[in-house]
C-alpha cells in the first residue's frame, strides 16, 4: 500500500495558540456558504471578525451578514492584510490563482472547494509546504463531519486500503425522500436546491461528478494516489426508476449514492453511482442529507458520519479550520504518484423487462455470460436479480444482449456486500 499523501502537521503538538486577538478573515465569495461563514462570525461564533469579502456584484443586500467590505478587486483582499483567507468560489478558476497567490505570499487558505482540490489540490500544496503556509480544506469532503485533519494528524491510522461512502448529500437526500414515497426525486432536488445542499449546477450532484472530486480528493489525502475524477467510472441517478427504489426495498435493501475506492495487489479500482445497498450494511442507514465514510485502515474498520451539506454545517468546519490555519500549522506531504483505476467486480441489482429474453428464462441467458443470480423479485412486469461479483465487461455485454433480446431497455446498479 502506497504512504499517506499527508503525514503529519507540521510540528502539530508545538503549534502556537491562535491568536488572541479575532482573528482576521477574507472572505472569497458570498454565496450561500461564504453567507454562512459571514453570518456564524457576526453572530459571535468564531474567535473572528470579518475584513472583506470578494463579491461579483457589490451593490447586492447581504442580510445577516454583518459589516464587511465588500470588493470585486483581489488586490484589495490582500490588501486587508487578512489573517486566513476563505475560498469558497467553488470551481477551479479563478479559485486557483487566487489561492496560489495568498499561498505564494505567505497568507494561510482554507477552502471548501473540492473541484479546486481534486484537480489542483497537489499543486496547491507544493506552493504550501514551500512557503510553510497553513492550507487547509476540511469542508471539502463530508462538510459537515470532521476527519480529514484528524487523519493528517495520525499517518499510522491514515494507512487506508478501502473507503466506501456516501459523499454527496444531494443524491443521498433526494434518494432517501423518493425512498420514503412521499415526494418525486424532482421535487426532493427543488427542495434540496432551497435547503442549499446543491451545487450551483446541480447537475453535478446527481451525475456522479461531485461525489467524483470528493472521491479524488480522499484517494489523494489518504496516499492512494492522485486520480483524474474524469477517468473514474462514474454514474448518476438519471436512469432510475421509481420502480427500482421499491424493487431494492422488497429486496431488503435501499438504493443509494455510493462512492468506493480500493488498493489491493497493487491495483487501484473504484466507482461512483447509485448502487444497492443490503439492510444490513453500515450505510444502509445513513439517510437524507448525511454523509458517510467505512474506512478499512491498519487500525481495523472505522466509520464516521453526519452532515454532508448545508450552509450551517459547513461553515463551522470552515471556521474551525479557519482556527486551525491562524495557529501556523503548515503542512507537510509525501508524494503518492499518479494511479492507474480500474473498475471493480461488485454484486449487481439487474433490472430487466418480463422474466424471458428471447424465448429463455433469463437466468439461463445470463449463465451464458458467466453471471449467477443470487435473488430475484418481481414488480408490475419488470424483475429484479440480484448477481454474484463479476465484471463490468461482462455485466455490461449481457445487459447489451438483454435490451437487444427484449427490445426493452435492461439496467444494471452495482450492489454492494452484505
Ligand atoms: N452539493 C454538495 C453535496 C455540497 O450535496 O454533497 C457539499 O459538498
Redesign the pocket.
Known amino acids: 500500500m502506497s504512504a499517506p499523501a499527508i503525514v503529519a502537521v507540521r510540528d502539530a503538538f508545538s503549534r502556537a495558540p491562535a491568536p488572541a486577538h479575532p482573528i482576521a478573515i477574507a472572505l472569497l465569495g458570498l454565496g450561500q456558504i461564504g453567507a454562512a461563514v459571514a453570518r456564524l462570525v457576526h453572530e459571535g461564533h468564531a474567535p473572528a471578525r470579518l475584513t472583506t469579502a470578494l463579491v461579483r456584484d457589490v451593490t447586492r443586500t447581504r442580510p445577516h451578514c454583518g459589516p464587511v467590505d465588500l470588493t470585486r478587486d483581489i488586490e484589495r483582499v490582500f490588501a486587508s492584510r487578512p489573517d486566513v483567507i476563505v475560498e469558497v468560489l467553488g470551481g477551479v478558476e479563478p479559485a486557483r490563482t487566487f489561492v496560489r497567490t495568498a499561498l505564494e505570499r505567505g497568507i494561510p487558505v482554507v477552502t471548501?472547494n473540492?473541484t479546486l482540490i481534486a484537480r489542483h489540490g497537489e499543486e496547491l500544496l507544493d506552493v504550501a509546504v514551500r512557503t510553510l503556509t497553513p492550507f487547509r480544506y476540511e469542508?471539502?469532503?463530508l462538510?459537515g463531519v470532521p476527519f480529514l485533519g484528524t487523519f493528517a494528524a495520525r499517518p499510522l491510522a491514515a494507512r487506508v486500503s478501502k473507503l466506501v461512502g456516501i459523499?454527496?448529500?444531494?443524491?443521498?437526500?433526494v434518494l432517501s425522500r423518493a425512498t420514503a414515497g412521499r415526494v418525486t426525486i424532482d421535487e426532493a432536488m427543488a427542495d434540496?436546491q432551497r435547503l442549499g445542499?446543491?451545487?450551483p449546477d446541480?447537475a453535478?450532484?446527481v451525475n456522479g461528478i461531485?461525489?467524483a472530486h470528493?472521491l479524488a480528493v480522499l484517494a489523494w489525502h489518504f496516499g492512494l494516489g492522485s486520480l483524474s475524477p474524469g477517468e473514474l467510472e462514474t454514474r448518476g441517478l438519471e436512469r432510475l426508476h421509481p420502480l427500482d427504489l421499491a424493487a431494492a426495498g422488497d429486496l431488503g435493501g435501499s438504493i443509494k449514492p455510493v462512492a468506493s475506492i480500493e488498493h489491493t495487489s497493487g491495483r487501484t479500482s473504484a466507482f461512483i453511482g447509485p448502487a444497492f445497498v443490503p439492510g444490513g450494511h453500515r450505510l444502509a442507514g445513513v439517510t437524507g442529507?448525511e454523509?458517510a465514510l467505512l474506512l478499512d485502515t491498519s487500525s481495523g474498520r472505522l466509520f464516521f458520519s453526519g452532515p454532508?451539506?448545508?450552509p450551517i454545517p459547513?461553515a463551522a468546519t470552515i471556521l474551525d479550520d479557519v482556527v486551525e490555519a491562524s495557529r501556523g500549522a503548515a503542512p507537510v506531504r509525501r508524494r503518492g504518484g499518479s494511479t492507474a483505476v480500474i473498475a471493480p467486480s461488485t454484486p449487481w441489482l439487474l433490472r430487466v423487462a418480463g422474466t424471458q429474453a428471447g424465448g429463455e428464462d433469463i437466468a439461463s441467458f445470463l449463465g451464458a455470460y458467466g453471471i449467477w443470480v443470487r435473488r430475484a423479485h418481481t414488480r408490475d412486469g419488470r424483475t429484479w436479480r440480484l448477481t454474484y461479483a463479476c465484471s463490468r465487461e461482462r455485466i455490461d455485454a449481457a445487459v447489451a444482449a438483454l435490451t437487444a433480446a427484449t427490445a426493452c431497455d435492461a439496467l444494471a446498479l452495482r450492489a454492494l456486500e452484505d
Not at 167 to 173: A, E, L, Q, R
Request: no cysteine; proline share 3%; glycine share 10%.
Open positions: 471548501a473540492k469542508a471539502s469532503v462538510a459523499v454527496n448529500g444531494t443524491s443521498n437526500y434540496a445542499f446543491a451545487e446541480p453535478d450532484d461531485d461525489a470528493k442529507v454523509n454532508g451539506a448545508g459547513t
